[in-house]
T-cell receptor, first 111, second 116 residues
Framework: GQQLNQSPQSMFIQEGEDVSMNCTSSSIFNTWLWYKQEPGEGPVLLIALYKAGELTSNGRLTAQFGITRKDSFLNISASIPSDVGIYFC???????????FGAGTILRVKS | DAGVIQSPRHEVTEMGQEVTLRCKPISGHNSLFWYRQTMMRGLELLIYFNNNVPIDDSGMPEDRFSAKMPNASFSTLKIQPSEPRDSAVYFCASNSAGGASTGELFFGEGSRLTVL
């Protein structure tokens, strides 16, 4: 079945540092999305990517849709304490297909 | 605007009891999804509805699980009888695209189920 490999599993960084995480797959996805989940809450959509090679920003967050369509990256610049949470990548093969989630990257920020 | 509303937020029950989780999607959204989240398996899609019709229930673990959507503003996920391995956080999500055409989902806050 379709699987997404998300890394790293967790990160503990100093406030102000930049963060990078990625997601890879052996299958092609036509949509990549990044969600953030805070404790006791449901996931919230951060960025959606629809074209190979696309680079999209949302404030301090930047995500890229890999040119091979088998990977995606999320970068957070100048991290702050409220960036703490679990970041999930998700992929969709095509219109009407189910969303597949990665296992998540746990981000902790030391202030 | 109200988001996806789930109830109860927490439920503790004993093995063998019936559990009913409820969801009110965002008004105007025509697709509704039930997910289960555990440490071991992450986020798993259980079932989704489009225009109140179940489209794909292949993720429903077994016959003890059932889901209904009697109208556009309400859905239930029922477990009967419940077992300790059903302990998880159950999320409801909705979107306004046709079926699962986009992955842009709006999640509720979840229902944390503990089966003793």
């Amino acid at each position: 079945g379709q699987q997404l490999n998300q890394s790293p599993q967790s990160m503990f960084i100093q406030e102000g540092e930049d963060v990078s995480m990625n997601c890879t797959s052996s299958s092609i996805f036509n949509t990549w999305l990044w969600y953030k989940q805070e404790p006791g809450e449901g996931p919230v959509l951060l960025i959606a990517l629809y074209k190979a090679g696309e680079l999209t920003s949302n404030g301090r967050l930047t995500a890229q849709f890999g040119i091979t369509r088998k990977d995606s990256f999320l970068n957070i610049s100048a991290s702050i304490p409220s960036d703490v949470g679990i970041y999930f990548c998700a992929g969709q093969r095509g219109y009407g297909n189910k969303l597949v989630f990665g296992a998540g990257t746990i981000l902790r920020v030391k202030s | 605007d109200a988001g996806v509303i789930q109830s109860p937020r927490h439920e503790v029950t004993e093995m063998g009891q019936e559990v009913t989780l409820r969801c009110k999607p965002i008004s105007g959204h025509n697709s509704l999804f039930w997910y289960r989240q555990t440490m071991m398996r992450g986020l798993e899609l259980l079932i989704y509805f489009n225009n109140n019709v179940p489209i794909d229930d292949s993720g429903m673990p077994e016959d003890r699980f059932s889901a209904k959507m009697p109208n556009a503003s309400f859905s239930t996920l029922k477990i009967q009888p419940s077992e300790p391995r059903d302990s998880a956080v159950y999320f409801c999500a909705s979107n306004s695209a046709g079926g699962a055409s986009t992955g842009e989902l709006f999640f509720g806050e979840g229902s944390r189920l503990t089966v003793l």
